[in-house]
């Protein structure tokens, strides 16, 4: 019981910090985001975009073929149906974490300025060292204006 007692604030210390699980699900009201708008929000210590995609956008990254994809997903495969125009993305790149620039880039999505990788209107990687895609956390919409992240 000694050798416990004396463990256990070692190994209590790597539990995680009382912040980040408070944040394990966040909800976030979507409705003063106006179309065509993102707006970045805090979840488990992660930047998010929330992204409040237009019918153009939307069309525009439809019409893409898996096949110019390098980590080949489609759009609908990304948000939710019937919420088409909302996009939730952690916003770091996944070449190494940068947070890349929205509304740029050679596809009108983000751009990561640090080492080039060019992201389109689903958050798609398209070009640049990136790996993969812009992660889609795991949400869900409460109602039409409230979504839960985690």
Known sequence: MGVGAAVWPLINQLNPDASVLALASIRFDLSPVAEGSTVTILWRGLPVFVRHRTAAEIEEARAVPLSDLKDPQTDEERVIEGHEQWLIMVANCTHLGCVPVGE??????????????HYDTAGRIRRGPAPANLVVPPYEFIDDTTVQIG
């Open 104 to 117: 740029s880039g050679d596809f009108d999505g983000w751009f990561c300025p640090c080492h080039g990788s």
